[in-house]
Structures are given as structure tokens and as C-alpha cells.
């Protein structure tokens, strides 16, 4: 199959770095977000959030001329859809981003064109994505009800990521590709084919759903053992960082890290998808989620436990004048992405419940996004919080962080991720 425009719909973590990654073969790529100050930004040349190498890549693209973002779709051989699916009320996938993506380029469709879900998604969303686009296009045919003889081709090819290695990873990692026909596999295959030096595994599209679902929801049973383990060792006296690390030198045990819970848009909300599809027969998945999401709240009475200490440590001392600092607030070290994340959730709930002050540390953004300015928190510098703060709460292991140790200097400090040891 021949392109030679590609066009990716939604500039965000996965979208942006696609796109950057397709333009890096000299294909002439257009980006579509709905925010215009994304698009002003990557017509610039630049960039609107933290990745490493990823604005070299886009200032290259955009200066020689293969790269160029916009608000409104235009024609184009292939398109990529990368836009959010969250969930709502009770853990039910949000599947409106995906629909508006796909009524969005419906009208400039033509016969031969490629469209390539990559959002992840429940099992049978490529299907009705394809449904979406045939209620738009009578005149086209599609793979859902036409088969291999259909004007469009579609197919499901899972983004299988990590922030803070998201350029190499796109195009060294192995990359599962499932079209609803076979011709539609085929299609998408010879697409990522142009960027990918992984291998390119051929699927189905419900099979490809499923795995980057299964990928997901098998971490997140595996950090809810870390987690409930770290709580055990915590009611014993027992060192969980140094337990997990004698118990790894077994030849076939690999423990992963315990932490303050478990967020991002993946690991926090993919492992859903299935229960939503499947209740009564995912307990496993659904004690895992309950262990990961109630890890903040087990943090939190850890932190109101240390002020007591104190309390009981200073007579006359005042909780109002205790300083509890939140080092790390996104959801995982070295990056910018707050999104799901455990840390901020401590620290926005600490500061509406803690009399005193609540600083939120964190070193890889300018400031709090605005949907928590009426919040207590206060944004402060790492070395102000040094100096001031009462309880060191780790939550991020940001590299910057690994540089002083609070433990060492006899101060009250709360460590959920094992870095801060005395």
C-alpha cells in the first residue's frame, strides 16, 4: 500500500511521537488536536509536554517540512487515531474521544485509505469504530460489513510504550497489529513497517485489543502483590525493599516495586476495560485494582501517623505548624504526565484534610495544572521544602531526588519508593 500523507488524530503522549516517528521516513505527516495551543506549539517546532528526544525529532520534522499540526482534518492515505480513553461512573470505558475522532475524518475519506486505531481500547471498539465511520459515509464501503471487498481499510495496532523512552520504544519495540479482515492487517502492517525495526506481529483486531489489555492488567496484578506485601511488611518490622531483593535471587521470581499505588493512562485504567466486559469472571483483576487503589489511603494515614510522632515528640507543638512535603507528584519518575497519578492524589488529599501546610514538590513541571489551584497544595522548590518541611513524604523516584537522603539526617520521612533508606 502506498502513502504518502498520513495524518494523526490527537498530539499527545502517543500521537505526538508517532507522528514525529512516521515524518522521520519523509512522509508528509498532518497532526489534528482539538487545543489550539498544542497546535501553534508543534508548528513551532516545539513542544507541549516532557519526553526525551521527542523535540529534536518534531523540530526536524516541522523545519523540513514534513511535519504540520491543525485543527481540522484534511485528506490523507492513512489515519492514526490517538486520542484519550478514559472511563466514567463506574469504571465504564469512555469510548466519545474515539467516535469523535472518527466522525471527525469521515468526510475526507476516499476509497483505499487506511484508518488505525491505536487508543486502547475494549475488545470490539475497532469494530465500531468502523461502524462510527459507515453511519458518516454511505458512499464508502467498510471491513465490518463488507469484508476484504470494502473501500476502507481498518485495523487495531496498540501503542506498547514507556514515558521517558517513548521515541526509542516506538521504534524498536515489537508492535502487534490486528485489521478486522486480514487485507486490513496487511495494510497497517506495511505502515508501521516504514518506522518500526521491531517485528510487526499479524493478528487480529480484537486479539491485538485484548493483548495490550492483558499486557496492562498483568502489571497491575503484579505491583497490587508488591503493594499488599509492603503493607505486610510494614504491620511485621520487616524491610520490604531488602525482602524483595533477597527473594529476586531465586532464579524465577521477579517481585516487582511496591509504591504509593499504581497510575498513568494505562496500568490505572486498561485492566477496566476487561472487568467492565467480563465482572463475574475477573476477581483476580478486580482485587488487584481495589489493592492498587486503596495504596493511597494506607500512605496517607502512614504520613498522619508521622505527624503524631511528632506531636508526641515536641509538647506544645501545634499540627498547624507541622509542614508535611510531597515529594514527586506524577505517576512515575521522570516525566511530566500527572495523569491517574497516586502522588497527586496524596497530596491533594492531604492538603484539604492537614491543618498545616501541604507543599507538592515536583521538578519536571513549572506549575500545578489548573484544575487544582483551589487547592491547598502550595507548589514549592525542592530546596525550600528541605528547609522547612516537618515530614519528607517520597511518592516519585525522580532522579533529583536520589541526590540527598532526609533519612540520614534524622528527619521524620515516609518513603514509598525505597530510595531514601538509612
Known amino acids: 500500500m502506498e502513502i504518502n500523507k498520513a495524518s494523526v488524530i490527537g498530539l499527545g503522549y502517543i500521537g505526538l511521537p508517532t507522528a514525529a516517528a512516521l515524518a522521520t521516513q519523509k512522509i508528509s505527516v498532518l497532526g489534528i488536536d482539538v487545543n489550539k495551543s498544542t497546535v501553534d506549539t508543534i508548528n513551532q517546532g516545539k513542544i507541549h509536554i516532557v519526553e526525551p528526544e521527542l523535540d529534536v525529532a518534531v523540530q526536524a520534522a516541522v523545519t523540513r517540512g514534513y511535519l504540520h499540526a491543525s485543527l481540522t482534518p484534511e485528506p490523507a492515505d ?95 519495540n515489537d508492535r502487534v497489529i490486528g485489521g478486522i479482515t486480514p487485507r486490513c492487517t496487511e495494510a497497517a502492517r506495511s505502515l508501521y513497517e516504514k518506522f518500526v525495526r521491531g517485528e510487526c506481529v499479524e493478528t487480529d483486531a480484537r486479539t491485538a485489543e485484548m493483548c495490550k489489555l492483558t499486557e496492562n492488567a498483568a502489571r497491575d496484578v503484579s505491583i497490587a502483590f508488591a503493594n499488599e506485601l509492603s503493607v505486610i511488611c510494614d504491620r511485621t518490622g520487616i524491610d520490604v525493599w531488602e525482602l524483595i531483593q533477597l527473594a529476586n535471587r531465586h532464579p524465577r521470581i521477579n517481585i516487582l516495586q511496591p509504591g504509593p499505588g499504581v497510575g498513568g493512562h494505562c496500568i490505572a485504567v486498561d485492566p477496566w476495560f476487561i472487568i467492565s ?115 519528607y513524604l517520597l511518592l516519585v523516584d525522580h532522579r533529583q531526588f536520589r541526590r540527598f537522603n532526609p533519612s540520614r539526617a534524622g528527619k521524620v520521612v515516609v518513603d514509598t519508593r525505597g530510595i531514601w533508606a538509612i
Open 78 to 172: 492513512a489515519f492514526l487515531i490517538a486520542v484519550p480513553t478514559p472511563f466514567i461512573d463506574d469504571h465504564e470505558p469512555d469510548l466519545s474521544y474515539i467516535e469523535n475522532a472518527a466522525r471527525s475524518i469521515a468526510p475526507v475519506l476516499k476509497k483505499g485509505d487506511l484508518v488505525i486505531l491505536e487508543s486502547t481500547s475494549p475488545v470490539g471498539t475497532t469494530e465500531k469504530l468502523s461502524t462510527w465511520l459507515e453511519s458518516e459515509r454511505s458512499d464508502l464501503t467498510f471491513p465490518h460489513s463488507r469484508g476484504e471487498s470494502s473501500d476502507i481499510r481498518v485495523a487495531h495496532c496498540p501503542e506498547r510504550v514507556l514515558p521517558g523512552q517513548i521515541m526509542y520504544e516506538l521504534v524498536h
Open 277 to 391: 466486559q467480563s465482572r463475574d469472571a475477573t476477581p483476580l483483576m478486580q482485587a488487584a485494582r481495589n489493592i492498587n487503589d486503596n495504596k493511597p489511603e494506607w500512605v496517607i494515614q502512614k504520613v498522619n501517623d508521622s505527624v503524631q510522632q511528632i506531636l508526641k515528640g515536641v509538647p506544645g507543638k501545634k499540627v498547624s505548624e507541622i509542614t508535611i512535603a510531597c515529594f514527586g507528584l506524577t505517576f512515575k519518575a521522570d516525566i511530566d504526565d500527572l495523569r491517574e497519578s497516586p502522588a497527586m492524589r496524596i497530596a491533594e488529599s492531604l492538603a484539604a484534610s492537614h491543618p498545616g501546610e501541604v507543599l507538592g514538590i515536583e521538578p519536571n513541571i513549572s506549575e500545578l495544572p489548573d484544575s487544582i489551584t483551589t487547592s491547598a497544595l502550595k507548589f514549592e522548590s525542592t530546596e525550600q521544602a528541605l528547609l522547612t518541611a516537618d515530614v
